[in-house]
């Protein structure tokens, strides 16, 4: 119940309605109940649900056998078969990478990343990228479309797991947009139909029009900066997760590609048409999602999550994606997040946008990316409960930006004791200008802040973002996040 109630709504490749545990099954006189405990340790996807759910349970009992729970998995989770794998058996798989990577467990983290090169090569050598086989065994329409749906579900799961550890791991996609060849998931409400007499009366009432493929709806995006058809909350965060892979690319390249350091800072370089799509999807987030105070509740909520941090890495690149470092565990990226967020000591072989100094990116850049900071700020009260890892871990990289643009915008320097005359040169305009530009940023940025009342102080944001980090520790992302915040800021800066 906890997994339905916290992740699966952002998360949502299971069909709640249909599914059936071990304890649901009908018992012949002859079972008793060892036959049903043993038929639920053998039953992987029930064993893997149950590790994510222990996880919104605070007490050391649950966490103990959570701990437990996770040895077993990880000790008998078998990959599934080449030959015909069962859909729960690749589901099962799914959640066992999702957890793995953000369990903050190092030894599951690299089970996890093995596991989805062979899930994504099962995919491949079955077909299931590609086509839906014939169903007509299952009799009922309905079944056939939960058969067709979720497996079409596993498909955009996986390249969205691969998308992930691109775009906040720095780890090469190893899928690509091209390669999918299914419509994009359905509605949202279709898919959480109770009945198949719910499930016909929605489809009579709602006349949808023929499915967006994946690629098509990526153009629809990039091209004409808007979406030809409807498309749920799945499809949509696909289409976005194809959009932050060709953003990490650029970034990338630009190192090679750019060699005047004036365009490697330009806001507008090269940058035009993936904004455009970018914009065009903002259009799909559902206007009442902003009475939510939280936000963290359906897969939406994530899609503007991903949505507010692309456009962030749009105009202020990853450094963990800049510097080429790929690490091979959760903590360890987290750390390597914080000691790059610090000015470096030696600037780096290349261009400006490689070197991370953001005293020379331009005040339209960082304007640029103040309104998304701003959403991730504003989106963690006090009480909140941390449900999809990957929403703390770009809450944290929003963070590492943020602070990284109020160094620059409260550094003390010159312009405070500046004198001023009746008559200004043009160097010295320009300067006070710059300044109380920034000064102003960091106060747009630091009122999103809840109890913030001096827009001017920087360590007020920082024991702010120190103690909401360590209040989100249902995964393995908010205590090491904090430590290494914390640890960043008492190093020497150069």
Known sequence: QLYWENFHPTFPILHKMTFRSPGDYEEDDDDDEATTIHEFAQNALVNIMCCIGLRYLKDDESKQLRLNLEAYVLKRLQTPSVEDPALTDLQASLLYIHCGIYSGNEEWFKKAEIELHYLIEIARETGIFQNTPAVSQLGKEWDKFIFSESRRRISYAIYFIDSQLAT???????????????????????????????????????????????????????????????TSSFGAMTILSAMHIMIRHMTQYAGILETVPSHAQDPFSRRSQLGNGLNGLRTLIPKNTHSDPFRQKTMWDLFEY????????????????????????????????????????????????????????????????????????????????????????????????????????????????????????????????????????????????????DYSDLQYFENWVESSLSSLNTWGIGDCASCSFRDMLMEPQF
């Open 306 to 453: 991903f949505w507010n941090l692309a456009y962030i890495h749009l105009h202020l690149p990853d450094t963990v994606i800049t510097s080429g470092i790929i690490e091979v565990s959760l903590d360890a990226t987290v750390v390597t997040c914080a000691t790059l967020a610090k000015p470096q000591s030696k600037n780096p072989p290349g261009i400006a946008l490689l070197n991370n100094d953001f005293s020379q990116i331009p005040y339209q850049t960082h304007a640029l990316a103040s309104s998304h900071l701003g959403f991730f700020l504003s989106s963690y009260k006090k009480g909140v409960q941390e449900q999809n890892p990957a929403m703390t871990f770009m809450f944290y990289k929003a963070c590492l930006k943020a602070w990284q643009i109020l160094n620059v915008a409260l550094k003390k320097d010159e312009a405070e004791n500046f004198e001023y005359p009746l008559e200004l040169d043009e160097q010295k305009r320009q300067m006070l200008e710059s300044k109380y530009l920034m000064q102003r940023l960091a106060g747009d940025i630091l009122c999103n802040l809840e109890g913030s009342t």
């Open 168 to 230: 906040l791991f720095n780890y090469p996609p190893v899928t690509s947009h091209y390669e999918i060849k299914h419509i994009l998931p359905c509605s949202d409400e279709l898919w959480e139909m109770p009945t198949a007499e719910d499930w016909e009366a929605y489809k009579e009432s709602h006349v949808e029009t023929q499915g967006l493929y994946f690629l098509e709806g990526l153009q629809d995006a990039l091209i004409y900066g808007k979406m030809s058809k409807p």
